[in-house]
């Protein structure tokens, strides 16, 4: 009885075996397998290796028989999800039932409990996969083997007993560890999948991006903690005029950076790199190898090594040299409009204190006219007035010499206003 009980176990672990590799292969490779038609497949498969698992049993007690599926169908619940894993169910159900035997009722309810506790597990337990998954696992395998060897009530009075004392310890110590090694064995392949697809991503991610590196007008740049160059792209190469050996293992402060800049540059790339602290945004000029000037914004981050030692610095810049010249023009443009404007603005002051001392001079030009009208007036109407007297018939000689020494006075003193 031991050797067949040996030869069962074998087979069993063979047969879960493949139902992992079936997993692996066939659910997390399948891109389609979220679809209803690849369910209904995967839980046809999956009632197929229950019947395997059924009918490589072994005997712990007379007219008992006992196979691993109960930790298939809880795996599964766990994995595959509710529709595989209740195909499964009724697959392996249907079959149990045409076996028939004294223990139909006790593996129905083994393999509704461990289905079931499986896919409870996977709904209210989401993040099992991220903390302590083996005790979870563990934790699952001693339910439902505990659920299982609860399951003997469902047995003939005569053997519940028995049968309880006979087989609780080999599922706790057998079915549980073999649930928590095979949900361990595909939580690895999940996680191995999820690694390749991650690293196929990451390759993908850095061929675009090296791509837009390459074909936009960015550059790339890596330097070490010395300053010396170890990487850059074609647009920083195509920008300064240097071949990729011209200008890696160089030290950038010495061929890019001009001299009036380089030894503030210099300090805080060092004090950056010293206290872990890189600016992330920077802009300055650097020298091409025909000796122009150009105008770089940069974006920093420092690199480091997997004990967190910072190793030098990576850089993505933007070439702005012409949006910088613009500037520059704008603003020599801008300082010569304002120039202009203090010229105006002084012209205008000018203007409005020659205006004011104009309005001035035509006040004292009407007062000095309106005052001589006034000195003119007065005796030219005495001369005009004594005149017209001296036409009149009736006047006496001595009336008419006294009129002319009027009129004589007031020619003196029109003659006097003339003169003044």
Known sequence: MKESIIIGLLQNVAILLSFAMIYENMWLKNEDSKNLLSKIITGIILGCIGILLMHSPWTF?????FDTRSVM???????FGPLPTIIAMLITAAIRISIGGDGIWMGLAVIVS????????????????????????????????????ACTILLPAERVFHTFQTIAIPLLVIYSPATMLLGLLMLKQSKNRENRLMQVKLYESERRLNQILESGNIISLMLNKEGNITFCNNYFLFITGYSYDEVVGKNWFDLFIPADAKENLLQIFSNSLRNDNVIKNIDNQILAKNGKLLFVLWYNISLKSETDEVLGTASIGVNITESKNYENKLQENN????????????????????????????QLKTAFLNNISHEIRTPLNGIIGFLQILQYDGITTAEIENYFKIINKCSDRLMGT???
């Open 114 to 149: 461990s289905g079931t506790i499986g896919l409870i597990w996977r709904r209210f337990r989401p993040n099992w996969r991220i903390n302590n998954s083996y005790l979870e696992l563990l934790a699952l395998g001693l339910i439902v083997h505990i659920v299982m060897s």
């Open 73 to 79: 169908l809880s795996v599964s619940g766990l994995f």
């Open 335 to 362: 300082a010569k409009i304002e120039f202009q404007n203090i010229e105006y603005k002084k012209l205008n002051e000018e203007l409005l204190k020659a205006k004011e001392r104009a309005e001035e001079a035509e």
């Open 61 to 65: 007690v007379p007219g008992i028989a």
């Open 418 to 420: 003339s003169i003044n």
